[in-house]
């Protein structure tokens, strides 16, 4: 019965590059939810979404940070031309609904170093 | 701007005792509450939640309580454990709608010695 599995767990890019984060929910969760811990800093909301939608994505950056949750598949955080800025715990949760009275799981976490 | 304030980075006791954990908030949107406790490399799990309807919830050895006038919420747990020392993350949330966003505070690392 696995959990919210994140992967990879630690991701170092340089400066420039591409970041890829996945996420593969609880099977049957079709909610997803991305947070980021910045050190020393509580997590932070990023972007809501469901199956093939984005609900709530006020808490991402409007500039080269990007979600999806396609139909099949994990649900993606892509960060472009990364900065050492981004260095960052990214969480993925899910739940199976939208609504607060229920859990929702968080992964282990992926931590992204830009050096 | 911190919506949600855990003011003691940091707390100490010995086994056995009360651990009490302290979050304030200034949002009065928020009408729901939550704990979540996270150890080093992993990610955080739920471990008591609040909704503002109640001023108290229990679940074993974990209490939560909440003073909506004070826009104060605090976690007890009794009797303290060595496995309880980790971080412990206060949330709240403005349900309104569907929606589901944690605001968190910073944490509260808690220490249980032996």
């Known amino acids: 019965n696995a959990g919210v599995m994140q992967n990879p767990r630690h991701l170092v890019r340089r400066r420039g590059q591409e970041a890829r984060l996945r996420c593969s929910p609880v099977?049957?969760?079709?909610?997803v939810y991305w947070y980021r811990q910045l050190p020393e800093e509580g997590l932070k909301f990023m972007v809501y979404?469901?199956?093939?939608?984005?609900?709530?994505e006020s808490g991402m950056p409007k500039e080269r940070f990007s979600a999806e949750f396609p139909k099949e598949g994990p649900s993606i955080l892509r960060i472009q031309q990364v900065v050492r800025g981004d260095s960052a715990a990214y969480f993925c949760?899910?739940?199976?609904?939208?609504?607060?009275?229920?859990?929702?799981?968080f992964g282990q976490g992926t931590r992204l170093t830009v050096v | 701007d911190q919506q949600v304030k855990q003011n003691s980075p940091s707390l100490s006791v010995q086994e056995g005792r009360i651990s009490i954990l302290n979050c304030d908030y200034t949002n009065s949107m928020f009408d729901y509450f939550l704990w979540y406790k996270k150890y080093p490399a992993e990610g955080p799990t739920f471990l008591i939640s609040i909704s503002s309807i109640k001023d108290k919830n229990e679940d074993g050895r974990f209490t939560v309580f909440l003073n909506k006038s004070a826009k104060h919420l605090s976690l007890h747990i009794v009797p303290s454990q060595p496995g309880d020392s980790a971080v412990y993350f206060c949330?709240?949330?403005?349900?309104?709608?569907?929606?589901?966003?944690?605001?968190f505070g910073k944490g509260t690392l808690l220490t249980v010695n032996p």
């Open positions: 099977k049957g969760h079709s909610h």
């Open positions: 949330a709240a949330e403005a349900s309104g709608g569907s929606n589901y966003k944690l605001t």
């Open positions: 949760a899910s739940s199976p609904t939208g609504t607060a009275d229920t859990e929702a799981f």
């Open positions: 979404l469901q199956k093939e939608n984005i609900i709530d």
